[in-house]
């Protein structure tokens, strides 16, 4: 599948990790940035970010187990130990030993997995707007996974998301971002094309948003802070200040609970989807921080 990004097209590779067939961009030379999508999205969404960055380092950006092109056998395990392990498995595959880990929603939330229980797998954390604690799924966001989760109508519903008319009005109401301009054609045709395009993308799709009201699923970004508090390699937490989802207090008690944590950038008029919103803004916060430079400052409120 070939995935467009700024004037490049960016064409994914597979690797088998364990019965998984594992769809990732690899993408640029220079030291390697794992970067992980959220929920129910792919790694379409860091395509802006990735043109950014490729220059200068080498970015990795897996589609989650049960999203995007990356296929499983039925019934197989996509909770977020689970997809943890996966992640692992792939940079196992690559021979990345280290690499700098990006995470946003719910790969932020597999990022603090991999923080609290694998840190020596990470030179520096960064995660926005992520799932964490006990803040997921948010209540804007739990009428539409219920509404996905009914027998019959379930269905309907994400056939009608595969629309682009009804799914970019589905992004807007759900209030994915703070400007609705944002939502471009490229973007709902990407998204639809990722998880909603075919009757087996959606299955995959319902499946998956299931997973987001399983109580022992829930409970594992709680398990993790211990861990979390333990962590003390760099991190940056960046995070859209008008996100409804999971609003700037998350960011300020994630950056209280990681020792490692160096600053905190609030973005100004950004909701939850920042790297739609804010491509650039959020690459020179990335390219800063991984160049071990400090981030920029005078666009958010940076701390620390």
């Keep these: 599948m070939v995935v467009g990004a700024g004037e490049q097209a960016l064409t994914k590779r597979y690797a088998r990790v364990g019965e998984a067939r594992v769809a990732y961009l690899d993408v640029g030379q220079g030291p390697p940035v794992l970067l992980l999508h959220g929920c129910p999205f792919s790694s379409f969404v860091w395509r802006m970010v990735i043109d950014r960055l490729s220059a200068r380092y080498r970015c990795v950006a897996p589609d989650l187990l049960g999203l995007g092109d990356t296929e499983t056998p039925a019934g197989a395990d996509w909770s977020l130990p689970a997809q943890a392990a996966a992640v692992l498995g792939l940079l196992d595959v690559l021979g990345l030993d280290e690499v700098a880990v990006v995470g946003h929603d719910q790969g932020g939330a597999i990022a603090q997995l991999l923080a609290a229980y694998h840190p020596q797998r990470i030179t520096r954390l960064v995660l926005a707007d992520a799932e964490a604690y006990d803040n997921w799924p948010s209540a804007e966001e739990l009428p539409f996974v219920r509404a996905t989760q009914l027998p019959v109508l379930g269905r309907l519903v994400l056939w009608a998301w595969s629309r682009r008319a009804l799914f970019r009005w589905a992004l807007a109401s759900g209030r994915a971002v703070h ?111 991984l160049s071990d430079a400090a981030p920029p400052g005078g666009s958010g409120d940076g701390r620390r």
């Design 179 to 289: 400007d609705r301009s944002a939502l471009t054609d490229e973007l709902v045709d990407g998204y639809i094309a990722a998880n909603l395009s075919d009757r087996h993308r959606r299955a995959k799709t319902r499946r998956y948003l299931g997973l987001q009201l399983d109580p022992a699923n829930q409970r594992t970004t709680a398990r993790v802070v211990d861990g979390l508090k333990r962590f003390d390699r760099p991190t940056l937490i960046v995070w859209g200040a008008e996100d409804v989802h999971f609003g700037p207090r998350w960011a300020d008690r994630l950056y209280r609970d990681i020792p490692g944590a160096q600053r905190l950038e609030v973005l100004p008029g950004v909701g939850h989807l920042l790297m739609e919103e804010r491509p650039a803004q959020l690459a020179e916060l990335l390219d800063g921080f």
